[in-house]
């Protein structure tokens, strides 16, 4: 799981650490993903084991001294450009991380790895001298391909086009010769991570919002946005970032927009129809907080020039590049065509691209020009040329046929295209024969659902399906069956899901339609809805270590109880179970077990509650207070003497016990308690008068449950 705490830097990267989840507990691992700061141009390998730059210039000019009409000169270059490390870079980052965390003194506890940062989207854009693609011709550019979306799998490469005016290829050949650097990109990419060390909290008060959307409603047609600002203003919805570790400005922005985002999702989902009127069902309250389980897209811009003097190369290297074409006798006779292709042979299930090109045309002496050559594309090899004179300065279309041999066995790709006018020939084949689905657990709550099981098919019946098992430590995975010319299938690709709650419930999908690509899964509402139910401690916590509270829903079939522990009074906790409906009161059974400070364990009996707030007691603590004003305290008497018992005392002779305890009242304003624990309330009492002088006055044992004990002078029974 990519997160963005704990982020740092070595050298030109940096360097995001990996984090996983174990039990109910997240755990660093030693992976690490890098990005580098500055893209580059990529690096092939020549067949004799040499290192060049993906780079290709042609260069066509005008014959020196040459009459007549001349074709118009300029220059076609094709270029890779990317982002990925090299293997040499890999082993430099891994020993650099080594030597980082032992400086630390942290054990990173398994064998370093380096990844690159899965990109999700983006763009690209290439400039030559400042000038970029346009639909005109530019001073310099005639044409620009390749910018666009970004495609960044695999050696997260993007191949472009260029084709320069005469002025804009001497420029070019110029700056090559001189190591002048006119080429430059930017990406403008996202990624997705998890929240890590943060909450994000998306609240609204819906039943107080009613009245504000209904006074709007009037007005004209909601606005989601100024819907929003209006209830965040009354303090009704907002937004609320807990954070255990600080937050840079960047990360801050994409997590308040995020806020913004979730909260104007859940106002549409919960108060309007389709139509935009106001539903009437809203829930009570809104309340969403995203932790880990949500992935958030962080956006980030690389802008750097191309440089001519990459250390990787050899000085003259891009010189090397550069095939100049002069014209002859009024047109070029030499026709080059570029051929290309964007596998990433060491990722894709792509063994070789085979690729036949056919130039065949009449020339106006009616001499016939068949020329044929065939390409074959791999690993250490992902582009080629094809040359042949021309029958004719208009007549340069060609034709081409491609087959794609795919690794393990599959049924070759065949297509073919022509007949075109032009000199590059890219292959985008990737995805060609491949199903690719990449499945991401979304909005999870990851406290009540423990995971998917995604079955995913293609066909029907099916050509091939997997099943991928997604979970907190594994919130992703991915499907790449290769099928070949078999893709043509017109089942399509398909999907269900089945959903598993923490409480033993499981959800199964329908099966669904689904395009190739992200595949983001939210939980059902009805394992991620839920209620909140306050608990709150109170009372006499005298002889208790703890009070346990067992709690479980009525509707809860798997009897799995959910346990609170409160420790002494005032103490509140919230206990957030799932709730198949909002729209009803929701009941659940409550166990309080008392832990006495001896040990002993006291079972109360279950009970049966739809209260919001329950007040977590020590039920069997009975506590009696006792008035004396009746008495004549001070005056008729000189003080008195309050015995009290729990339970009943049937004798005057009885032996007294550890629960008996004597009060003494000396002032008619005196308002003693006295408690004791017991499932019974019935206790005794026996009051004795003192008198200034003479015998005292005795009562018999009088058994009462009052909580109230009002005291009035006993008949005479002096003794």
Not at 286 to 303: D, R
Request: hydrophobic share 40%.
């Amino acid at each position: 799981m990519l997160t963005l705490a704990g982020s740092f830097r070595i050298g030109e990267f940096s360097l995001w650490r990996d984090r996983q989840r174990q039990g109910d507990k997240w755990r660093l691992t030693s992976r690490f993903y890098a990005l580098r700061d500055e893209p580059r141009i990529a690096s092939r390998r020549r067949p004799d084991g040499s290192v060049e730059p993906a780079f290709d210039f042609l260069w066509y000019r005008r014959q020196p001294g040459a009459e007549g009409p001349q074709p118009e000169a300029g220059g076609l270059v094709v270029l890779t450009a990317d982002l990925a490390l090299s293997e040499t870079e890999k082993d430099e980052l891994v020993e650099a991380v080594a030597h980082r965390f032992a400086d630390l003194g942290e054990p990173l506890g398994g064998e370093i790895e380096i990844l690159p940062v899965p990109f999700q989207e983006g763009r690209v854009e290439l400039s030559f001298a400042g000038e970029r693609a346009t639909t005109a011709d530019g001073e310099l550019i005639r044409h620009l391909a390749g910018s666009g979306p970004a495609r960044l799998s695999g050696h997260q490469s993007a191949s472009f086009l260029v084709e320069l005016n005469a002025d804009g290829a001497a420029l070019l050949a110029e700056a090559i010769d001189s190591g002048t650097n006119l080429f430059e990109l930017r990406y403008d990419l996202a990624f997705a991570h998890r929240l890590d060390g943060v909450e994000l909290r998306v609240w609204c008060d819906s039943e107080r919002a009613q009245g504000v959307i209904a006074e709007a409603r009037r007005a004209g047609p909601l606005v989601l946005p100024e819907l929003r600002q209006s209830l965040t203003e009354r303090h009704l919805a907002g937004t609320e970032i807990v954070t255990t570790e600080p937050l840079d400005g960047a990360h801050r922005s994409a997590l308040e927009a995020l806020a913004t985002e979730v909260l104007d999702q859940a106002l549409a989902a919960s108060f309007t129809t389709s139509d935009g009127d106001l539903d009437g069902h809203a829930a009570a309250r809104l309340n969403f907080t995203l932790t880990q389980s949500y992935p958030v897209f962080q956006p980030i811009a690389l802008q750097a020039p191309l440089r001519f003097d990459d250390p990787r190369f050899a000085p003259a290297a891009f010189a090397q590049t550069i095939r100049r074409v002069e014209a002859e006798g009024g047109f070029f006779d030499l026709l080059e065509v570029q051929v290309l292709t964007t596998v990433d042979f060491s990722q894709e299930a792509i063994d070789k691209v085979k690729v036949t090109l056919t130039y065949d045309h009449t020339a106006p002496g009616g001499e016939r020009i068949h020329r044929q050559s065939e390409l074959v594309l791999q690993a250490g090899r992902t582009s080629g040329h094809f040359r042949t004179d021309l029958a004719a300065p208009d007549r340069r279309s060609i034709s081409y046929q491609v087959e794609v041999h795919f690794e393990g066995g599959a049924p070759p790709l065949h297509f073919s295209e022509g007949p075109l006018d032009t000199t590059i020939v890219v292959l985008d084949l990737d995805a060609c024969g491949v199903v690719a689905v990449d499945a991401e657990l979304r909005d999870v709550p990851f406290d009540r659902v423990s995971g998917a099981v995604v079955d995913l098919a293609y066909g029907n019946p099916p050509l091939a399906s997997h099943r991928l098992v997604l979970d907190e430590g594994r919130p992703t995975g991915r499907w790449r069956p290769v099928l070949g010319a078999a893709l043509d299938d017109d089942g399509g690709l398909r999907w269900k899901a089945a959903w598993l709650g923490r409480d033993g419930r499981r959800i199964e999908g329908e099966w669904r339609a689904a395009p190739q690509g992200r595949l983001l899964l939210d939980a059902p509402a009805e394992l991620s809805r839920r209620t909140e139910i306050e608990l709150l401690a109170a009372g006499d916590f005298t002889d208790l270590e703890q009070i346990l509270v067992d709690l479980e829903p009525v509707s809860d079939e798997s009897g799995t109880p959910h346990q609170l522990a409160f420790r002494e009074p005032g103490e509140g906790k919230v206990w957030r179970p799932s709730a198949a409906t909002l729209d009803t009161p929701f009941r659940y059974r409550v166990r309080q077990s008392l832990v006495l400070a001896d040990g002993r364990v006291e079972t109360m009996p279950t009970i049966e509650s739809d209260r919001r707030l329950f007040v977590v007691r020590d039920a069997w603590r009975r506590e009696v207070r006792v008035l004396a004003r009746l008495l004549a305290l001070g005056s008729a008497w000189r003080l008195a003497l309050l015995t009290l018992e729990r339970g009943i005392v049937s004798s005057d002779e009885a032996p007294a016990t550890a629960d008996r305890k004597t009060l003494v009242l000396r002032q008619p304003e005196d308002r003693p308690t006295w408690s004791f624990r017991a499932s019974d309330p019935d206790y005794s009492y026996r009051l004795t008068l003192v008198p200034p002088t003479g015998e005292r006055l005795i009562s018999p044992w009088i058994t009462a449950r009052d909580e109230v004990l009002v005291l009035k002078p006993p008949q005479e029974n002096r003794g």
